[in-house]
């Protein structure tokens, strides 16, 4: 069997939960390690985000029992090295701008209901056909 492409990777909530969903194989048990080596989770990601299915965390965890995979910190990922730590701040990063984008999104379209339950409230009482004819 030919070696891995990478000697390290970091496996994040979405990737696994998608791969996790998929019945006929075992993705991250078994193909997953044909291409990395060691496959870090982080251990927030672990604990709190790949709860479902949990044929994701199952798989998981036999990585974890054949050494094939860690569940890291971030003390853990400044010691694989430098250009990893950047990485992970950068991604730390994101999904903080990203989530307060959803947070303004969110504020956003509960407004604009908001303004929509209002302007239909107004049609309720004072239809635009009685409008007109009194205009």
Known sequence: ???????KGILD???AIKL???????????????YIQKIFIHEYVYSNEILIPKSAKDQIDELIKKD???I????DISEIGPY???????????????KKREKMAAAGE???LLLLRKQQTFHTFY????ISKHS
């Open 1 to 7: 069997m030919p070696s891995p492409v990478w000697s």
């Open 13 to 15: 909530a979405d990737f």
């Open 20 to 34: 996790g969903r998929i019945k006929k194989y075992k993705v991250i048990e078994e193909i997953l390690p044909l």
């Open 68 to 70: 094939r995979a860690e």
């Open 72 to 75: 890291v910190n971030e003390d």
């Open 84 to 98: 990893a730590l950047i990485l992970y701040e950068d991604t730390i990063e994101k999904l903080r701008k990203a």
């Open 110 to 112: 509960k407004l604009f």
């Open 127 to 130: 239809p635009m056909s009685q």
